[in-house]
């Protein structure tokens, strides 16, 4: 049903690594445990990158 909980996690921070220095770039990994609707267990590890923009905003890209 719409508004229905679907999927729940917490994680935390990885690792944090400076890939420019100037530019800033920073590369950061977080790792997350959660349940999706049913019991189902899962375990996710995201890395992403990001740089700040004008305006206090990121641009990021991650896998």
């Given at each position: 049903?719409?508004g229905?909980l679907?999927?729940?996690?917490?994680?935390k921070?990885?690792?944090?690594?400076?890939?420019?220095?100037?530019?800033?770039?920073?590369?950061?990994?977080?790792?997350?445990?959660?349940?999706?609707k049913?019991?189902?267990?899962?375990?996710?590890?995201?890395?992403?990158?990001?740089?700040?923009?004008?305006?206090?905003?990121?641009?990021?890209?991650?896998?």
């Amino acid at each position: 049903m719409l508004g229905d909980l679907i999927y729940e996690a917490n994680g935390k921070v990885a690792g944090y690594r400076v890939l420019d220095a100037e530019g800033p770039k920073i590369e950061v990994t977080i790792t997350v445990k959660g349940t999706l609707k049913g019991g189902i267990e899962t375990t996710d590890t995201v890395t992403y990158w990001s740089i700040p923009r004008l305006g206090g905003t990121y641009y990021a890209e991650g896998k």
